[in-house]
């Protein structure tokens, strides 16, 4: 059996004089789960979109199992499922009528439908709804109907935009074990994702993208240890204060706490403080904190590793 991949060649995009993806090369190949991070613009919908060929790349190749998707469309998508930009169900259908249309437009032969849409309707854990209408629906339940049509196929690849963006945290633990499920020998799942929980959750290896330039691909361990003692083993401390806060006490006061090792203020009335002192000094800055009276109203050590270097790299491609 072969092996399922997807590879950028020089793959770019413009749009007029801007970048929104440029010079991607990235090959990703084999039986995995890998997550494509990145902030908001960075260029994660526009790598879907061109390896599913819903855009033109201005630059450069999408393959798929070899096959150029600009080339050879029919063939190159065959083996791919995809969710991009989510698209709404019409309410009075029925899973099972909204799937069947589905399939009908991508010409799957009458005698199979109804067996591989009970299949995939199953494999998101809906079957009890099947025949009800998707107008009483959560958000959760329409995003795994909405996978499950990805899923019609029994593609080997699966491109999924943001999975469980938009819902609320029930939701979004539904289509991550319905993500995880779906991982199996043979498929290779690309999920662009903002979330680092969820990818070092379900995911393998990580890609990072920002400013439409790839900034890492690797294994989730090989990144987090490669990099998050980027700055001397440092974690980010972000804390929220009421009001403003002058310079002076930042650079001087704050800056000079013990295991401070650079203090910065973000945007609003934030802070961010690279931090290296152990679990006591942690405990000490935030009380120093709050006996300086600055109105200090949140407080958070990154919650990983991983967030770590995410924070790191995008700092460093701002
Ligand atoms: N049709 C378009 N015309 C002009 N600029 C565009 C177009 N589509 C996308 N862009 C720009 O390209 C950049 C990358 O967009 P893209 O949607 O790929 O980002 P993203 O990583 O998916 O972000 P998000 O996390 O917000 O979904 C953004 O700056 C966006 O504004
Ligand atoms: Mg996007």
């Not at 629906?137 to 080997?156: D, T, V, Y």
């Not at 290779?188 to 290896?205: G, R, Y």
């Not at 890609?207 to 987090?224: E, P």
Request: proline share 4%.
């Amino acid at each position: 059996m072969s092996v399922p991949s997807i590879e950028a060649v020089n793959l770019s995009k413009r749009y007029g004089s801007f970048s929104a993806l440029s010079n991607l090369n990235l090959k990703i190949e084999g039986s995995k789960c890998v997550g494509f991070l990145g902030p908001n613009g960075a260029g994660k919908t526009t790598t879907l979109k061109l390896f599913t060929d819903m855009i033109r790349a201005t630059e450069g190749k999408a393959l798929i199992n070899g096959v150029s998707v600009h080339e050879n469309k029919k063939k190159a998508l065959a083996p791919v499922g995809s969710l991009i930009e989510s698209p709404e169900i019409y309410p009075a259908l029925t899973p099972r009528e909204a799937l069947s249309m589905v399939a009908e437009i991508r010409g799957m032969p009458r005698s199979e439908r109804k067996r591989k849409i009970e299949k995939v309707v199953a494999e998101v854990k809906m079957e009890e709804w099947l025949d009800k209408k998707v107008g009483k629906f959560s958000k959760g339940m329409k995003q795994r109907i909405n996978i499950s049509a990805a899923l019609l196929s029994e593609p080997e690849i699966l491109l999924l935009d943001e999975p469980s963006t938009g819902l609320d945290p029930r939701g979004m633990s539904e289509v991550r074990e319905i993500v995880k499920s779906l991982k199996q020998k043979n498929r290779l799942i690309f999920m662009s994702s903002h979330l680092l929980n969820e990818v070092s959750d379900i995911c393998d290896e990580v890609a990072m993208i920002d400013h439409g330039k790839l900034l890492v691909y690797d294994k989730l361990s090989n990144v987090v240890s490669r990099f998050s003692g980027a700055d001397g083993g440092a974690i980010i401390i972000d804390v929220g204060l009421s009001r403003e806060i002058d310079d002076q006490t930042v650079s001087g006061t704050i800056s000079s706490f013990p295991g401070v090792v650079s203090a910065e203020k973000l945007e609003g009335k934030n802070l961010r403080l690279h931090f290296s002192g152990g679990i006591e000094n942690q405990e000490k800055l935030l009380s120093d904190l709050v006996m300086m009276k600055i109105g200090l109203i949140s407080f958070h050590p990154s919650s990983s590793a991983l967030e770590d270097t995410y924070l790191n790299l995008i700092k460093a491609t701002l």
